[in-house]
Nanobody
């Protein structure tokens, strides 16, 4: 499975960005999907996740109410809509996939991720 995230860039605080992630090699329906991010000098942190069907989502407190994860299984795509961006959202954002099973997405831990995409840089200026 290959994951290709794009859409990063430079945006002013308060602005918006949408990051698409294309899933190739297998059908996206086989995977719970999510986003992580890593800022310079910091550990990679969980952003959000969505179940294989799109029915369930979970968010980190830091992005709740501002970011939205969605998916279109027919197009093998996952999306991260980021609104009301803050300078502390500056990071490299990574798309992640985990084989869908009975675990659910409540604990979408980095150690359980099966596939990582190459990151896309998001920079929010103050």
């Amino acid at each position: 499975v290959q994951l290709q995230a794009s859409g990063g860039g430079l945006v002013q605080a308060g602005g918006s960005l949408r990051l698409p992630c294309a899933v190739a090699g297998r059908t996206a329906r086989d995977y719970d999907m999510g986003w992580y991010r890593q800022a310079p000098g910091k550990e990679r942190e969980f952003v959000n996740a969505i179940s294989w069907s799109g029915t369930n989502t979970v968010y980190a407190d830091s992005v709740k109410g501002r970011f939205t994860i969605s998916r279109d299984n027919a197009k093998n795509m996952v999306y991260l809509q980021m609104n009301s961006l803050k300078p502390e959202d500056t990071a490299t954002y990574y798309c992640a996939a985990r084989v869908a099973d009975t675990r659910g997405i409540t604990h979408f831990d980095s150690g359980g991720i099966d596939y990582w995409g190459k990151g896309t840089q998001v920079t929010v200026s103050s």
